[in-house]
């Protein structure tokens, strides 16, 4: 590096809790806000956050809190092909406070370099003061090489956080098809391409964020665009490590001139799991109008699913279960599939509703009779070749670049544009028309492909670009949301993409979250874990059917996390012998309402920063309601100390609230106990003093 570059060279910091150290090359720099020179190719500021340091070809380095733990990476790239522009000599760069209008006050560094093959890089950094730890970023690349460039994509956040003992874990926000973990740990050889898109014909979409994280440090990338976009997030394990990065992958030809700039993504690091990342990203998003309703009241009222008598259930059996569905202590019914035609009229079945419409109301008023709220199962957006619908209206259908269907696999049928007016006017007219004339208080919105579509090529909709699709979604779920409660202010718009990781930008269209079809009690409670770090307090995330945890009765695990109880057995008889509510499971599910509705903890404020959910023994959740902390541990089997972290300096009363034992009391400074348990173990820690 000549001493001309060495001067010129940026050590950035943004971020961090106040504005002080501001972004300067060597001489600029306080005195206060100097950072030591540890490499002779950097020099600059630094403060306690994250710091974002770059050498004279624009690599990158990532510090948390004075601490490398990223070496020089070539953070940003515009990819032809086989060849990848990622190393571009640094030209100038400008420093400015900023002070956004939803955002509020900040930092913005605008740094300028170029290829030796021409192509100019402007890299936009912004760090605003209540995001600690998060950067974020836009880069503009210029062609000033005199040729056409096939582009094929860009890249952006592409680092590598550094090997530590323990390894590390990651956390995808996007769907796989396998429905697997979102939160796994990085094996040897470990590799997950991670795309927003259609992972298959109606899987596909996610929260636009991935998280990798060793003991202490972490780092996440993703997007801050308004709407949802079709990008990639992989991460995998390294020789040295664990890399993540933000990739597009739209294909332009770049002329002479012209520039493309990517869309905005951000960089977070931050020590611990996933959990304040997405609270850093939800944060952004909420400025923006993209928020979750709050949504207390209804939304945290246990529930009873009709679902344990499947498609092949008779009024009968429902309506003879409310008794004992009221007796448990639980609040909604849910009427699930199997009370329409077909996917896509969404007419009555005439074998259970003979007299149609009028055996519908009745239905619902014995539901309320029964002291309960009626809850409605659907899936909007899919045409059985049967229905009429698809008859009638080929025009709604959601068609691929060369003509083909979108499928939706579980029901054998079609997808529908979300984006194409006459669809969202059919299902708005449904929505009035359950809630409105036949008397539901909320809908149970089921299936995989409400999650994402693919972008749109039928004619007959006339987008202006095909991915008009992708993001009106979000659209069409904020017309049926409006629709629901301007006919019940009280309605709950629940919605299951059935084992899909949640679409962030759907989101603030949705009353109530599932844990979507889990397949353990563990994506119970790391769902949950997610969940509230995206919703915040006031949202309302269910455990789905208990009967789909750990040995078919594992409330603990929704309960810790605070997620609202849900249970689909049958009484006294049905088509699954191990759902059915014995005298036995009675007593259990009883114990479980009862203890739920005492303490409500999904009115509290769930503290997912306490815990590492990858690397702290055993696994901890934590909700706190008021001054009172309640503590959940799992684990097959435990026998030893735990801490209690987030204790303030009262002493504390412990008790078991399952048991009714008492655990003794702590403090702040004396704040292990020693436990001995089998799957888990509750605590609730009441100040004394």
Not at 199 to 225: I, K
Not at 260 to 287: I, K
Not at 327 to 341: H, S
């Amino acid at each position: 590096m000549t001493d001309m570059n060495r001067r010129s060279v940026l050590k950035v910091a943004l971020g961090g809790a106040g504005l002080a150290a501001f972004p300067a090359v060597a001489g600029d720099a306080t005195a206060a806000a100097a950072a030591p020179n540890r490499d002779p190719d950097v020099v600059g500021v630094g403060d306690t956050s994250i710091t974002l340091e770059f050498d004279d070809r624009l690599r990158s380095r990532v510090a948390l809190e004075g601490v490398d733990v990223t070496r020089f990476d070539a953070g940003e790239a515009l990819l032809l092909g086989d060849t990848t522009i990622d190393e571009f000599a640094y030209r100038r760069h400008k420093v400015r406070r900023t002070r956004h209008a939803l955002h509020g006050a900040g930092v913005q560094v605008t740094v300028w370099g170029e290829s030796l093959t021409g192509v100019r890089k402007t890299l936009e950094l912004t760090s605003f003061r209540r995001l600690t730890g998060m950067i974020v970023m836009k880069v503009t690349y210029t062609n000033a090489s005199g040729a056409d460039l096939a582009v094929t994509g860009w890249r952006s956040g592409a680092h590598v956080l550094l090997e530590a003992p323990r390894g590390f874990y990651t956390f995808s926000g996007t769907t796989h098809e396998d429905r697997r973990d979102w939160v796994r740990p990085m094996t040897e050889g470990f590799r997950q391409e991670n795309s927003l898109g259609m992972d298959a014909s109606d899987y596909g979409g996610g929260t636009p964020l991935v998280s990798v994280w060793r003991p202490g440090a972490g780092l996440s990338v993703g997007h801050v665009e308004p709407v949802a976009r079709m990008l990639r997030l992989p991460v995998r394990r390294t020789a040295d490590g664990a890399s993540l990065a933000v990739e597009g992958d739209t294909p332009v030809i770049l002329k002479p001139g012209r520039h493309l700039t990517t869309d905005t993504t951000f960089l977070t690091a931050l020590p611990g799991d996933h959990f304040v990342p997405l609270q850093r990203y939800r944060d952004y998003m909420s400025d923006v109008g993209q928020r979750a309703p709050r949504t207390l009241g209804p939304a945290v009222e246990p529930v009873w699913c009709a679902w344990g008598y499947e498609r092949d259930f008779t009024v009968e059996q429902v309506i003879g279960t409310l008794p004992k569905v009221r007796e448990i202590g639980l609040k909604w019914a849910v009427l699930d599939d199997g009370w329409q035609t077909n996917e896509g009229d969404w007419d009555l079945n005439p074998q259970k509703f003979p007299r149609g419409e009028s055996d519908m109301r009745a239905f619902t008023g014995q539901i309320r009779d029964a002291g309960l709220r009626p809850r409605l199962w659907w899936a909007p957006l899919a045409a059985d070749p049967e229905s009429n619908l698809y008859r009638d209206h080929p025009d709604m259908l959601l068609l691929d670049r060369d003509g083909n269907k979108q499928r939706v696999s579980w029901w054998d049928a079609w997808t529908l544009c979300p984006a194409y007016r006459p669809t969202v006017d059919y299902f708005v007219a449904q929505v009035r028309k359950f809630i409105g004339d036949w008397g539901y208080e909320g809908l149970k919105i089921d299936g995989q492909h409400l999650n994402a579509v693919a972008p749109c090529h039928n004619p007959a909709h006339g987008h202006a670009r095909p991915e008009e699709s992708t993001e009106g979604l979000a659209l069409f779920w904020k017309a049926v949301h409006e629709a629901a409660h301007d006919v019940n202010r009280d309605a709950v718009v629940e919605l299951c993409p059935c084992g899909t990781a949640f679409a962030f930008h759907n989101l603030p269209y949705t009353d109530q979250y599932p844990s979507s079809d889990p397949l353990s009690s563990f994506q119970v409670r790391t769902k949950g874990k997610t969940m509230k770090a995206l919703m915040g307090e006031g949202g309302s995330y269910a455990g789905d059917h208990v009967e789909l945890s750990d040995n078919g009765d594992d409330f603990a695990s929704s309960y810790g996390v605070g997620a609202v109880l849900s249970t689909k057995f049958t009484y006294p008889a049905g088509p699954d012998d191990g759902i059915v509510l014995t005298p036995e499971r009675e007593i259990l599910w009883r114990r479980w309402v009862n203890l739920y509705e005492e303490n409500m903890l999904p009115t509290g404020e769930y503290r997912g920063d306490l815990y590492d959910i990858g690397f702290d023994k055993p696994e901890a959740h934590v909700v706190a309601k008021g001054a009172t902390l309640h503590f959940a541990f799992y684990a097959p089997r435990w026998d030893g100390p735990v801490e209690l972290r987030g204790l303030e300096r009262s002493r504390y009363r412990l008790t078991d609230p399952f048991s009714g034992a008492s655990l003794g009391t702590v403090d702040s400074r004396r704040n292990t106990v020693k436990l001995s348990f089998t799957g888990f173990q509750l605590i609730v820690a009441d100040p004394i003093g």
